[in-house]
């Protein structure tokens, strides 16, 4: 398979790759996927007031999902947490020219924000956890 | 040194410049067609072909009569499994295989399964091996034929061909054996081994591609076969079609270094191949050898690196030429079947990468890849969640992963 000149940027220079203390009530975390699927993706944010002021990732998975995941950390740091929710897939696959085969690795990254914005939202409303 | 490194010998290898010159001549010069009887081009093709037959014949400690040239092994399981099925379908119809073999045996078997015939598919231990015990177990009064590998393309397992062949032998039951990995790389004797039948492929032993042979036993017992390809009558009935003589003659030059390199080259692979192993194994965490330690082949080596997704690692060494047993479920690849027949763990088979030492293979090369992958995974791990996790002594496994998408 081929990749596009950016999958291959994010692949060998991935930006923000590490953990953020997911224990802290300003940090979101996310993770989807499985491992028997191939894929699993940890996305964190830390959040200061409603703007999320840094982002970092974790993925296993393929060099598209390797950048899917590099490139949303890039995009989330800076934006509210509205703005990041606002985020699609179909906006990664067209950065990074996606073959049809790995859209899906967009979507796990659409997913992982998601997730890690909820999870900090969550955390805010401690009384409205379930479990 | 010539980069990217071929290190997927198992898929296909180039030719030996000495079966190339062995070739030459057939293609402007002795061009005849083998069944022409009146002249000399068509006598000088026929002493290639039956030259050939020879060489190869004497590879596989055969009879050259009991050699059918065909276009490679596909065809050649092809014409083994369909020709003994419609010839035996009246003594019985049914086949005991494997699930570690090869597409084209399974495949076959599908369609046969199609036709009537009921198929047992074997399941392998998880060093991918099938034991005699299993072979006997399955067999039964209806039982024409089984069919297993003689190594395993993927994992380089050898079966123990021996032992099985001389429990289909006492019990009456032909046996064919897919030998295209084999050949060339251990000793191959079809008497000794009770062999009835029996495949291998030009590309995979330093012939060219797209020629291969049938074994075919002609005595204790004579195995017959219904002819998939008809038409001129070609090699006795059994595959006709005029003969590829450039390929041929090729394919029996490669067949006789092979027999005649074979003491030095498993040996100089396998130092080679043990040389990488150990490498990985002492300078990685985390990784697992699939396959049979014991009984493989001397130039294979398949490792999971745990933690590591292979399409990214084969990403992270482009310069070393590599096959990968998967990628992710999702994706149009597939886990390996025969990764997932050994029960081997999907994780596990997402991260699996196969070596392949060959005859043009340097100690310089060996190094290079070696130091490549183990960059690669320890790159790679440094930005996986699971390998984080693991450090932090989380097995992945026992976590409660969301529904797999
Ligand atoms: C074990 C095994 N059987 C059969 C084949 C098919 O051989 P061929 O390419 O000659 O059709 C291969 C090669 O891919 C193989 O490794
Ligand atoms: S992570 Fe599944 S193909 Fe990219």
């Known amino acids: ?131 | 040194m010539k980069l990217p490194i071929y290190m997927d010998y198992q898929a296909t290898t180039p030719c030996d410049p000495r079966v190339v010159e062995a070739m030459l001549p057939y293609f402007t010069q002795s061009f005849g067609n083998a069944a022409s009887r009146n002249h000399r081009y068509g006598w000088e093709a026929e002493e290639a072909v039956e030259k050939a037959r020879g060489q190869i014949a004497e590879l596989l400690g055969a009879n050259p009569k009991e050699i059918v040239f065909t276009s490679g092994s596909t065809e050649s399981i092809n014409l083994a499994l369909k020709g003994v099925a419609e010839m035996y379908a009246e003594k019985g119809k049914h086949i005991i295989t494997c699930q570690a073999e090869h597409k084209a045996v399974l495949d076959v078997c599908k369609h046969l399964e199609q036709q009537g015939f009921e198929v047992t598919y074997l399941q392998p231990d998880k060093s991918g091996r099938v034991s005699v015990e299993a072979v006997a177990a399955a067999l039964r009064p209806d039982t024409i034929l089984v069919a297993l590998m003689w190594a395993n393309n993927e994992v380089g397992t050898l079966n123990p061909i021996r032992e099985i062949g001389a429990l289909c032998h006492e019990k009456g039951v032909l046996f064919f054996t897919d030998a295209t990995q084999a050949a060339g790389k251990v000793p191959v004797d079809v008497e000794a081994d009770h062999v009835d039948l029996l495949c291998l492929s030009g590309h995979k032993i330093y012939g060219p591609k797209g020629v291969g042979i049938l074994y075919v036993r002609r005595r204790n017992p004579r195995v017959r076969l219904v002819a998939q390809m008809d038409g001129g009558g070609h090699e006795r009935g059994m595959r006709s079609g005029t003969l590829n003589v450039p390929s041929i003659a090729g394919l029996g030059k490669a067949c006789e270094l092979a027999r005649l390199e074979l003491p030095q080259e498993s040996a100089r692979t396998s130092a080679l191949r043990d040389h990488l192993e150990k490498r990985i194994f002492s300078e990685l965490d985390f990784v697992h050898l699939n396959g049979n330690r014991e009984h493989r082949l001397p130039n294979n080596l398949n490792v999971s690196f745990a933690y590591v997704e292979g399409e990214s690692l084969i990403m992270g060494i482009s310069d070393v030429a590599v096959s990968s047993g998967s990628a992710c479920t999702s994706a149009s690849l597939e886990p390996s079947h025969v990764l997932r027949a050994m029960d081997v763990g999907e994780d596990l088979a997402h991260s699996s990468i196969r070596f392949g030492i060959g005859r043009f293979t340097t100690q310089e090369e060996v190094d290079f890849a070696a130091s490549s992958v183990i960059g690669a995974v320890r790159r790679l791990r440094e930005l996986s969640p699971l390998y984080e996790m693991a450090l932090e002594g989380i097995d992945p496994k026992t976590v409660n992963w969301q529904a797999p998408h």
């Open chain 1, 1 to 131: 398979m081929a990749y596009s000149k950016k999958v291959l940027d994010h692949y060998s220079n991935p930006r923000n790759v590490g953990s953020l203390d997911k224990h802290a009530s300003t940090v979101g975390t996310g993770v989807v996927g499985a491992p028997e699927c191939g894929d699993v993706m940890k996305l964190q944010i830390q959040v200061e007031g409603d703007r999320i002021v840094d982002a970092k990732f974790k993925t296993f998975g393929c060099g598209s999902a390797i950048a899917s995941s590099s490139l949303a950390t890039e995009w989330i740091k800076g934006k509210t947490l509205d703005e990041a929710l606002a985020i699609q897939n179909t906006q990664i696959v067209e950065e990074l020219s996606l073959p049809p085969v790995k859209i899906h690795c967009s979507v796990l990254a659409e997913d992982a924000i998601k997730a890690a914005v909820n999870d900090y939202k969550s955390k805010q409303a401690p009384k409205e956890q379930q479990s």
